[in-house]
């Protein structure tokens, strides 16, 4: 399974073709993914667990923020948001704040002396359609700007042409690219058309150097689905048998509502267990579910719904 040379990356082999590891992984069983995935999102959830649950989808949560009109007055008050979600001292801040490259500046200057990460979408987000070369410039300089973590995307286009190793290639080469940055690796499920690709995708991504895999850019529908995210964690959870080596999940793009942050959190409890219930191993990638997080857990203490107004705009 480890790739040649022990790096991630296509090695020389004895007749200095590089080799690469298996990409091959197992068929997804459409209907049985998606009935399960479903399934798991009826589980009735008891009262305290709900309330640990949504603190914890907040603590997970990589408050986005991806567009063109994005100013730095807009950066610097998400960023507040992100470091006091709430006024109550129970409410975590959240994981991390997720910008363009050109805003990671204003958000490193934002949240100093927090805990709150900053993430930076680069590699010509979102088509990923630029020269290689291009698109590690921007990861380097994101990551001189301040990034802590680069959320990259794949060339989809290649993938759907066959061109596995130019994926991996890509993959690995950003990983340098990171230094000490954490690399999420950006599938666009959405684009991928099967939940087989997405399998392979995902074991790709990994061999490759991956930190994290995430279903979605935002910007493409379907975005993240709790069945493609069911099969990601599967993959996850099979390279973490054949390596020993824990992958992180982020499904991002169109989560909007505490209940299916809620439905995530258990797809992640039952696929992986507890050890993968942490900001470490699993985010949720949003740009509107704070607010609705947040008045789900005032409903929860009082009984009551807060006025969305109570809450600054997501
Ligand atoms: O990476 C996160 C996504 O861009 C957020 O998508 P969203 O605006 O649908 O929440």
Redo the contacts with the bound molecule.
């Keep these: 399974m480890a790739a040649e040379g022990g790096n991630g990356k296509g090695a020389a082999g004895p007749s200095g073709a590089r080799t690469y590891p298996d990409f091959s992984a197992p068929t997804v069983d459409k209907v049985m993914v998606e009935e399960r995935a479903a399934a798991l999102g009826k589980r009735s959830i008891k009262k305290e667990t709900k309330v640990a649950g949504l603190l914890l989808s907040i603590a997970m949560m990589?408050l986005?923020?991806?567009e063109g009109k994005d100013s730095p007055g807009k950066v610097t008050q998400l960023c507040q948001k992100a470091m006091r979600p709430h006024a109550s001292p129970e409410v975590p801040p959240c994981a991390a704040i997720?910008v363009y490259p050109k805003l990671v500046p204003v958000a490193k200057h934002a949240l100093a002396g927090s805990s709150v990460k900053v993430a930076s979408?680069a590699t010509a987000f979102?088509s990923g359609l630029s020269a290689l070369d291009v698109k590690l410039e921007d990861v380097r300089r994101a990551v001189a700007w301040g990034a802590d973590e680069i959320?990259m995307v794949i060339d989809r286009g290649a993938l759907l042409a066959g061109e596995k190793t130019r994926i991996f290639d890509e993959i690995a080469a950003t990983k340098e690219a990171c230094g000490q940055a954490h690399l999420k690796v950006?599938l666009e499920t959405g684009e991928l058309g099967t939940y087989d690709l997405v399998r392979e995708a995902s074991q790709i991504a990994m061999l490759a150097g991956a930190d994290f895999i995430?279903t979605?850019?935002?910007?493409v529908t379907p975005?993240?689905t709790p069945a493609v995210t069911l099969v990601m964690l599967e993959a996850i959870r099979d390279f973490f048998y054949a390596t020993g080596k824990r992958i992180g999940m982020?499904p991002?793009?169109?989560?909007?509502t505490a209940k299916q942050a809620l439905h995530y959190l258990v797809l992640v409890k039952e696929t992986l267990g507890d050890a993968w219930l942490t900001p470490d191993l699993f985010r949720l990638?949003?740009?509107?579910?704070l607010n609705d997080v947040l008045m789900q857990l005032e409903k929860e203490r009082t009984g009551a719904y807060q006025s969305g107004d109570s809450f600054s705009k997501d």
């Excluded at 979605?216 to 910007?219: A, F, V």
């Excluded at 990638?285 to 579910?289: K, N, Q, V």
């Design positions: 990589d986005t923020t991806l997720c979408v979102p959320d950006i995430k979605s850019t935002g910007k975005a993240a982020k991002a793009g169109g989560i909007r990638g949003a740009s509107t579910l």
